[in-house]
């Protein structure tokens, strides 16, 4: 139906802060509930240790998504972008990378670098709509149902 549609494109209503360490259990819930292979709390909380770029995005007073950046020698590498599954496909995703990639241009990042796993459609487009290109491949980067999987290295600069 036309209006189901314009009512599920409407941009939504949220707030992107800094991730503290009371948003944790939120954020390993989603994790969990997103990913075969989830971060465990401890990485989290290293990355909150060593101050890597932590945002949480709020809708309301939930927690719906996360993204994490390290910045270093211009180099700002995406480590984990998250929406819960509820609250996709409305835009959040890609609010929050650049939300992210703008912060990292503040430390220093001239060029932006992620993995991510062939299989994942979604980033891809995601990532591919905000510009980045694939620069390479690690083998059996993944761990996977069976086996492993590969990354796809992808790369774009930031302005
Ligand atoms: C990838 C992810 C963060 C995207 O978040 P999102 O809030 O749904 O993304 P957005 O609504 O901002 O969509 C941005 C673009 O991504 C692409 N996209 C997002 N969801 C998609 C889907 N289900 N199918 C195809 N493309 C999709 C589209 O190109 C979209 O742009 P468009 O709406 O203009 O076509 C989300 O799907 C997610 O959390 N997935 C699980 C965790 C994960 O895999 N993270 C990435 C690890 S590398």
Redesign the pocket.
């Known amino acids: 139906m036309a209006v189901a549609k314009q009512d599920a ?1 409407e941009p939504a209503p949220i707030t992107i802060r800094a991730m503290q360490e009371a948003d944790l259990p939120a954020v390993v819930r ?1 994790e969990h509930t ?2 075969a292979f989830p971060w465990t709390e401890g990485i989290f909380r290293d990355c909150l240790r060593v101050n890597y770029l932590c945002r949480v995005v709020e809708s309301g007073a939930a927690v719906v ?1 996360y993204g994490i950046i390290s910045v270093g020698a211009g180099e700002a590498h ?1 480590l ?6 509820e ?11 650049t939300h992210l990639l703008q912060a990292a241009a503040r430390q220093g990042g001239r060029d932006a670098l ?4 062939p299989s ?10 905000l510009g980045f290109e694939q620069v390479g491949t690690r083998r059996g980067y993944y761990q996977a149902v069976v086996g492993r999987e590969d990354a796809i290295v992808m790369k774009r600069p930031i302005e």
Not at 80 to 85: D, E, G, Q, T
């Open positions: 494109v989603i997103s990913y998504g995406v984990n972008i998250c929406v819960a599954a609250h996709r496909c409305r835009g959040i995703g890609r609010r929050l990378l992620l993995e991510t796993r994942n459609a979604s980033a891809l487009r995601l990532y591919r709509s």
